[in-house]
């Protein structure tokens, strides 16, 4: 095991419990009875196989999609159809996509400063500083004026990061931040997201990185079909898992 998964830099604060919670897509029962606590610091990976509901699941943390039964609570708030509630809620979570979903119209310093400015009200000098301290932090400042479109996938997604990181998120939610880049790029974002975890944030990732998962998770979420099958810490989930199905699943993918 290694030195990031002992499980003491996690604290008794519960960031986000979801109690019971189904989702339907009209008549498509797509989660079943989901039931997950994440404590502050602690790095979730979720993993499964293409459909079972892991984007739907982490979209329903920041009320992308809505749940229609049992409760989200994201630091002690309920998401319900309260709409201070839900705004609450998505300036704590940032979350990070697979296809980066940068805006392409605006440079890589204005993706990072527009819902500073706009929805926190920050002074413009204060979020370009901000937003320059965590381009820095990315390795990414050199390209602040560039437009979106003129970098590769991974300066993309690490600018994504970065625009999420300028609203101070408490939690991050990455949906496969790697899995539409090419190979040599995904160290870079792999890097930036094993950073974070060493500084504590609270962190549930969807990824098929195992090695990432490995060193860096608390805890591995298995879903099938709308459902968690299994969840364990990394070693234990990798060496003995425990169904059928998420044997055939890593065999599949390891
Ligand atoms: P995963 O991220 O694990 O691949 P998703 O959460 O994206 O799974 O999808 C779970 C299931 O829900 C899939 O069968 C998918 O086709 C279906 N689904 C996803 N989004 C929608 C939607 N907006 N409307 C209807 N069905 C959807
Ligand atoms: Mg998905």
Redesign the pocket.
Same mark, same amino acid.
């Given at each position: 095991m290694s030195e990031m998964n002992q499980a003491n830099h996690l604290s008794d604060e519960v960031m986000i419990n979801i109690i019971g919670m189904h989702k339907w897509?009209?008549a498509?029962h797509?989660l079943k009875d989901i039931n997950l606590t994440v404590h502050r610091g602690e790095r979730i990976v979720v993993c $499964?196989? !293409? $459909?079972? $509901?892991? !984007?739907? /699941?982490i979209?329903c943390i920041n009320h992308l *999609?809505v749940h229609q039964q049992g409760k989200i609570i994201v630091e002690g708030t309920e998401l319900n159809e309260d709409i201070k509630n839900i705004e609450q809620i998505r300036r704590e979570v940032g979350m990070v996509f697979q296809h980066f979903n940068l805006f392409p119209h605006l440079t890589v310093l204005d993706n990072c400063t527009l819902a500073p400015i706009w929805v926190n009200k920050k002074p413009r000098k204060e979020a370009e500083e901000i937003a320059m301290a965590y381009l820095e932090r990315v390795q990414i400042a050199n390209q602040a004026k560039k437009f979106p479109g003129q970098l590769s996938g991974g300066q993309q997604q690490r600018v994504a990061i970065a625009r999420s990181l300028c609203m101070s998120p408490k939690i991050m939610l990455f949906? *496969?931040p790697t899995s539409a880049l090419d190979p040599e790029m995904i160290k870079e974002v792999l890097d930036v997201m094993i950073g974070l975890a060493e500084e504590g944030m609270t962190m549930v990732c969807?990824t098929h990185e195992m090695g990432f998962a490995r060193k860096v998770a608390d805890r591995v979420i298995f /879903?099938d079909a $709308?459902q968690i099958v299994e969840q364990n810490a990394p070693h234990e989930f990798f060496e003995n898992p425990m169904h059928e199905r998420t044997k055939l699943f890593l065999s599949q993918i390891l």
């Open positions: 897509y009209g498509f797509v $499964g196989p !293409s $459909g079972s $509901g892991k !984007s739907t /699941m979209r *999609e949906d *496969e969807v /879903m $709308g």
